[in-house]
């Protein structure tokens, strides 16, 4: 997927309400590697959607009387009375303007002066290491190189990341290269617990069949 198709399909608005299909999905997020403005508007709006949540969650400051049949008749169309437009559309604005002069100018800024953060390299053909210690801050995603062997005919690769009770935590597809250099993904940053997480790397065929490749221990260390 490029990034007209991506605009095309109004494929992160989609994402964010999970209304992709997964082969759609996965073609996506693979494309989220690659394109800095996808990138940037699927974090905008995850943090639109999470703020609009905690305003709206609010208990409302005034109380409409009105008989208690003709507010069941209303239903939504209650929303569009000018006692209910006004706080929403004031919300709304709140919200918009929030965006435009603190969100956006922070991502942009974020995008413009990367820094490096936590990262650890995993060597898929290689057994019997030992833990891979990766130290990041509360909130903070970390990045990871996978090595990959050579020609083992799959046709695209995932990782699943279970957390120290065993869940799966996060899953998503590695990046496009060649077979003789790393792969590299991004696990996004939430609020982990320290302690020992497992990284699961499936390989996937052409026929869509997914087969686990390597299991490694990951040692993390919230600081």
């Given amino acids: 997927m490029d990034?007209?198709?991506?605009?095309?399909?109004?494929?992160?608005?989609?994402?964010?309400?999970?209304?992709?299909?997964?082969?759609?999905?996965?073609?996506?997020?693979?494309?989220l590697f690659d394109c800095q403005d996808c990138a940037l508007d699927l974090r905008a709006?995850?943090?639109?959607?999470?703020?609009?949540?905690?305003?709206?969650?609010?208990?409302?400051?005034?109380?409409?009387?009105?008989?208690?049949?003709?507010?069941?008749?209303?239903?939504?169309?209650?929303?569009f009375r000018p006692a209910f437009a006004m706080p929403v559309l004031a919300l709304l604005l709140a919200v918009i303007g929030y965006q435009n002069l603190v969100t956006y100018p922070n991502l942009t800024a974020a995008a413009n002066d990367p820094q490096v953060g936590p990262w650890a390299s995993v060597n898929v053909s290689t057994r019997g290491t030992s833990d891979t210690?990766?130290?990041?801050?509360?909130?903070?995603?970390?990045?990871l190189i996978v090595n990959l062997?050579?020609?083992?005919?799959?046709?695209?690769?995932?990782?699943?990341?279970y957390n120290p009770a065993g869940r799966l935590e996060w899953s998503g597809p590695l990046a496009a290269g060649r077979t003789d250099e790393g792969r590299q993904i991004y696990i996004p940053g939430r609020n982990r617990l320290p302690g020992t997480y497992t990284l699961v790397v499936l390989g996937v065929t052409p026929a869509g069949e997914r087969k686990e490749i390597s299991r490694h221990s990951i040692e993390l260390q919230v600081q």
């Fill in 149 to 161: 062997p050579p020609e083992d005919g799959f046709a695209s690769y995932r990782v699943d990341l």
């Fill in 3 to 31: 990034h007209t198709e991506a605009v095309r399909q109004n494929a992160t608005e989609r994402y964010l309400l999970d209304e992709l299909d997964p082969e759609v999905r996965d073609q996506f997020e693979e494309h």
């Fill in 45 to 79: 709006g995850a943090m639109f959607v999470e703020q609009s949540k905690v305003i709206l969650a609010e208990p409302a400051t005034q109380t409409v009387v009105r008989p208690v049949k003709a507010a069941a008749k209303a239903g939504w169309f209650a929303w």
């Fill in 133 to 143: 210690l990766i130290k990041t801050h509360t909130g903070e995603g970390f990045g």
